[in-house]
């Protein structure tokens, strides 16, 4: 029963979505048509901006929110699980949410053994939120995190959906507490086959090695293909 509330919600936010917000979305090597929302086995968000990120239901297909119902596995940082509206809105959007506490304990260990045959995962692999300034909330350069190395690792094949935010500064930025309506959100999606990827990273050479790689690779996309300003990431 739970997946059809979740659904259900799913759906009811991606029409609120579509009420006050407009969309621009585009395909980087791949038709819109063609794009194989079944096939996912993980959804990396990057360029995470705000809490509101939720709103990108509103770009996706109906079938593919009943997949984030039925199938998510979404890691999410303790310390945003634990705030009482936010962590009970997050439960109840996928099917699975584990609470981390961003180091390698087991938290993160109980992520890994979700990760089934019908799971997927979605991660927003820079772990923290960017500010309007462009770093993090410590004044550091956005870096992508190693954990999604740990979780592509663990799995044989499928596609990954790189997901490019525009960002949400203009939306909610960090510390602000309303939305603001009638703005134009941009994305830019990208997919990638696991098994060729993992291949051209080495993946069955040294984990550590890997793990850089991988960062390195998601830091590269991402500055190249997210439709935001290049200066940001100057910084």
Request: contains cysteine.
């Amino acid at each position: 029963m739970r997946r059809f509330a979740n659904y259900l919600l799913l759906l009811v936010l991606k029409a609120a979505a579509h009420l006050f917000y407009r969309f621009r979305v585009t395909w980087i090597g791949l038709p819109e048509g063609a794009a194989p929302w079944d096939e996912y086995r993980v959804v990396a968000l990057l360029n995470h901006t705000s809490l509101f990120e939720w709103l990108f239901v509103g770009a996706v297909p109906p079938r593919f929110l009943w997949r984030i119902a039925s199938h998510a596995l979404v890691p999410a940082a303790d310390e945003t699980m634990e705030r009482p509206l936010v962590g009970r809105f997050i439960k109840l959007l996928a099917a699975n949410v584990v609470p981390i506490t961003r180091k390698a304990d087991h938290t993160w260990q109980a992520v890994l053994d979700g990760v089934d045959s019908h799971a997927m995962v979605i991660i927003l692999p820079e772990g923290r939120m960017k500010r309007e300034d462009g770093l993090d909330k410590n004044g550091q350069p956005m870096t992508v995190r190693g954990g999604i190395a740990d979780i592509l690792r663990s799995l044989d094949g499928g596609q990954m959906l790189i997901a490019y935010s525009g960002g949400l500064h203009h939306v909610q930025a960090p510390g602000q507490w309303l939305p603001r309506p009638f703005k134009t959100l941009s994305l830019a999606l990208e997919a990638v086959d696991i098994a060729a990827y993992k291949q051209a990273l080495g993946a069955d050479g040294d984990p550590g090695e890997f793990k850089v790689r991988v960062k390195q690779d998601l830091e590269r996309r991402r500055d190249l293909h997210c439709p935001v300003g290049r200066e940001l990431w100057a910084t």
